[in-house]
């Protein structure tokens, strides 16, 4: 996502710091920082707008190089760009926040309703015992007896008071905990949902771009081996240009299922990368391993029948894997399985390579080498 290039329709003005009557307070930058820091938090992980925010944040806070401006620190803040970039943001998130905008709006009410009673029963209750206190200030200068019993009248008045408001605040609290825990419940969906490629229904690239990292640092932390899989369908733009889209679309479903049931452990990591790649991360699994749950996928695909073409559309797959090697970083073990899936391909496609363990040149390693014809 490009924010500085957005065209919001009503631009928020911002003065410039020049323009502003004292310098500005270290609480007022914490304040705009913290904003901009919440921004980032949520917005979506393949987005491009969470290292964007977090330039912002150095910038606002320590005079780093706005974004777009070059590496070279700033003399003054522009606040005009920060309000450009964060004008476009929101107009771009719009939609994802409509999602939740609704069940937000009722939480926020339901607070205000809740609290509103509990200040109207409060209010009663404290009348109440103020009416209390006064008959007992008026019974002091009264006979003893009767001081004494306006007195106990008064404590035990005021103890039911108090049991009223425990009683109130406690299912005010009880209530306000279950629809945050729905709320939150809902959010979590709504952020699932998002995680999920919508024709395949596997995990999408950005959940591999997360769990690609966590996977190497767990395998340093316990010593365990893991492995990765790239998967590409053979021949897949012949089955479009062929047979059309939607038959491609079937393909893609069903090498999408296969690969579900091939790698069936809660831990294994099936995810779309986009177009026909496919990638499999699979946690605590030796090399061995792999190679046969590869073969397994193999055979499942060469099975396949894809419903509602005219012709007979035959699928096959090559895969690359690669182990994961102490101490190095995602893109290294990546470049080697991208090279292991190209090697399958130019060793005639429909088979697996395992990869070696030497990391080719990343700056010369072309991500897509494979021919038009993949």
């Given at each position: 996502?490009?924010?500085?290039?957005?065209?919001?329709?009503?631009?928020?003005?911002?003065?410039?710091?020049?323009?502003?009557?004292?310098?500005?307070?270290?609480?007022?930058?914490?304040?705009?920082?913290?904003?901009?820091?919440?921004?980032?938090e949520?917005?979506?992980?393949?987005?491009?707008?969470?290292g964007?925010?977090?330039?912002?944040?150095?910038?606002?806070?320590v005079?780093?190089?706005?974004?777009?401006?070059?590496?070279?620190?700033s003399?003054?803040?522009?606040?005009?760009?920060l309000?450009?970039?964060?004008?476009?943001?929101?107009?771009?998130?719009?939609?994802a926040?409509?999602?939740?905008?609704?069940?937000?709006?009722d939480?926020?009410?339901?607070?205000?309703e809740?609290?509103?009673?509990?200040?109207?029963?409060?209010?009663?209750s404290?009348?109440?015992?103020?009416?209390?206190?006064?008959?007992?200030?008026?019974?002091?200068?009264?006979?003893?007896?009767?001081?004494?019993?306006?007195?106990?009248?008064?404590?035990?008045?005021?103890?039911?008071?108090?049991?009223?408001?425990?009683?109130?605040?406690?299912?005010?609290?009880r209530?306000?905990?279950?629809r945050?825990?729905?709320?939150?419940?809902?959010?979590?969906?709504?952020r699932?949902?998002?995680?999920?490629?919508?024709?395949?229904?596997?995990?999408?690239r950005g959940?591999?771009?997360?769990?690609?990292?966590?996977?190497?640092?767990?395998?340093?932390?316990?010593?365990?081996?893991?492995?990765?899989?790239?998967?590409?369908?053979?021949?897949?733009?012949?089955?479009?240009?062929?047979?059309?889209?939607?038959t491609?679309?079937?393909?893609?479903?069903?090498?999408?299922?296969?690969?579900?049931?091939?790698?069936?452990?809660?831990?294994?990591?099936?995810?779309?990368?986009?177009?026909?790649?496919?990638?499999v991360?699979?946690?605590?699994?030796?090399i061995?391993?792999?190679?046969?749950?590869?073969?397994?996928?193999?055979?499942?695909?060469?099975?396949?029948?894809?419903?509602?073409?005219?012709?007979?559309?035959?699928?096959?797959?090559?895969?690359?894997?690669?182990?994961?090697?102490s101490?190095?970083?995602?893109?290294?073990?990546?470049?080697?399985?991208?090279?292991?899936?190209?090697?399958?391909?130019?060793?005639?496609?429909?088979?697996?390579?395992?990869?070696?363990?030497?990391?080719p040149?990343?700056?010369?390693?072309?991500?897509?080498?494979?021919?038009?014809?993949?």
């Amino acid at each position: 996502m490009n924010l500085r290039h957005a065209d919001p329709a009503q631009p928020v003005p911002v003065p410039d710091e020049q323009s502003l009557p004292a310098p500005i307070s270290d609480a007022a930058l914490d304040a705009v920082a913290a904003i901009l820091r919440v921004l980032a938090e949520t917005a979506a992980p393949d987005s491009g707008a969470t290292g964007q925010l977090e330039a912002w944040i150095r910038h606002v806070l320590v005079l780093a190089a706005a974004p777009g401006a070059g590496n070279a620190p700033s003399s003054e803040r522009d606040w005009r760009g920060l309000s450009s970039d964060v004008v476009a943001y929101v107009s771009e998130d719009r939609a994802a926040a409509s999602r939740s905008i609704g069940d937000l709006r009722d939480a926020v009410w339901l607070v205000i309703e809740r609290l509103s009673n509990a200040i109207v029963g409060d209010a009663a209750s404290d009348a109440h015992a103020s009416d209390q206190l006064d008959r007992l200030r008026a019974a002091i200068e009264r006979p003893a007896e009767e001081l004494k019993a306006t007195a106990l009248e008064t404590v035990e008045r005021l103890s039911e008071v108090l049991d009223e408001k425990r009683a109130r605040q406690f299912e005010l609290a009880r209530e306000l905990g279950e629809r945050v825990s729905i709320l939150n419940e809902e959010l979590e969906d709504t952020r699932r949902e998002a995680d999920i490629d919508a024709l395949t229904k596997v995990w999408n690239r950005g959940v591999f771009q997360r769990e690609l990292p966590r996977a190497l640092q767990m395998r340093t932390l316990l010593d365990e081996p893991a492995c990765l899989v790239l998967v590409d369908i053979d021949h897949f733009k012949q089955i479009n240009d062929v047979h059309g889209h939607r038959t491609g679309d079937e393909a893609l479903e069903a090498v999408a299922s296969a690969l579900v049931r091939a790698f069936p452990r809660r831990s294994d990591f099936v995810t779309r990368l986009g177009g026909d790649e496919f990638a499999v991360i699979l946690p605590g699994t030796t090399i061995a391993v792999a190679d046969r749950l590869a073969e397994r996928l193999l055979i499942a695909v060469r099975g396949l029948e894809l419903q509602g073409t005219a012709d007979a559309v035959t699928l096959t797959v090559s895969m690359g894997i690669s182990r994961a090697l102490s101490g190095e970083v995602a893109d290294g073990w990546f470049a080697r399985a991208d090279r292991a899936l190209y090697d399958a391909k130019a060793e005639g496609r429909d088979r697996t390579v395992i990869g070696t363990d030497e990391t080719p040149d990343l700056t010369a390693t072309a991500r897509f080498a494979v021919d038009a014809q993949s």
